[in-house]
């Protein structure tokens, strides 16, 4: 299994298109089939910040949702309106 933590802070005033463009998302990503988890969380002590947790099948699930048009298109926006910082993880 593949584990991404995707950590966004999010620009002063674009909460509300930054929730949009990844609501958006979270369902599109969900609907794929090696898709087991894509949940939102956010900052308790930082209202701007968010994670957004993944688990993937495999790196093959990875590989088909990166090129998804949901998220290629999805992703340039979000760089425009938050700073993105993203690690990946393999289950041993």
């Known amino acids: ?4 933590i ?3 802070s999010v620009n002063e005033g674009e909460e509300s298109n930054f929730l949009t463009l990844i609501n958006d ?3 599109s990503s969900l609907a794929e089939e090696g898709c087991i988890e894509y949940a939102l969380q956010k900052h308790i002590e ?3 910040t968010y994670c957004l947790i993944e ?3 495999d790196s093959d699930a990875v590989d088909f949702h990166n090129n998804t048009p949901h998220f290629t298109t999805t992703i340039p926006k979000l760089i ?3 700073k993105v910082e ?3 993880y ?3």
């Open 90 to 92: 393999q289950t041993l």
């Open 80 to 82: 425009k309106i938050a």
């Open 25 to 27: 998302l979270i369902k």
């Open 55 to 57: 688990k993937w099948k």
């Open 6 to 8: 995707a950590k966004f």
């Open 1 to 4: 299994m593949i584990s991404i």
């Open 86 to 88: 993203v690690d990946v």
């Open 46 to 48: 930082k209202p701007s």
